[in-house]
């Protein structure tokens, strides 16, 4: 897994738009890379709608988020739509969780991404790793809020 204080490995997926998007577009602000296993469940629909209620203050800690899922683009597009979610929602669908797999979140046996976040500074060195032990465990809002502070 990609550890604190390492530059966070370059990469382009697709959004919900089917628009390239970049690891770079992001550079210049903090930004939370939020990888989780299924949409349309309900920890990830939690985590997610968390995120969203409370992007105002995301974003007043100068932190974009961005999600990462190794589910298809349609998928992902019609779970945005249902939850209003406005965050970039990246496709690593194919080939097959292969940023996961750079990152170090790629399950094997369930064929998806584990619940990690990496924190990264406006230059996209990884500052905080926040994880769950399993699938079922939520990552707690408040270690982003406390990690984005933290960082510079």
């Not at 597009?77 to 797999?101: R, T, Y």
């Not at 990496?118 to 230059?123: C, G, M, R």
Request: overall charge negative.
């Amino acid at each position: 897994m990609i550890e604190i204080g390492q530059q966070a490995p370059a990469f382009t997926l697709r959004n919900i738009d089917k628009s390239e998007v970049s690891l770079d577009d992001f550079k210049g602000h903090k930004t939370l890379l939020v990888f989780i296993p299924f949409p349309f469940t309900g920890n990830c629909e939690a985590e997610l709608c968390t995120i969203r209620d409370n992007l105002a203050m995301l974003n007043d800690l100068d932190a974009n988020v961005v999600v990462v899922t190794t589910t298809p683009i349609p998928s992902n597009a019609k779970w945005a739509q249902d939850n209003g979610f406005e965050f970039p929602i990246l496709s690593d669908f194919w080939p097959h969780g292969e940023v996961c797999m750079t990152y170090g979140t790629f399950n094997d046996k369930v064929g998806a991404a584990n619940r990690v976040t990496f924190v990264l500074d406006a230059e996209g060195v990884v500052t905080d790793v926040i994880s769950s032990e399993d699938l079922k465990t939520i990552r707690e809002f408040d270690l982003y809020t406390e990690a984005l502070s933290a960082s510079s």
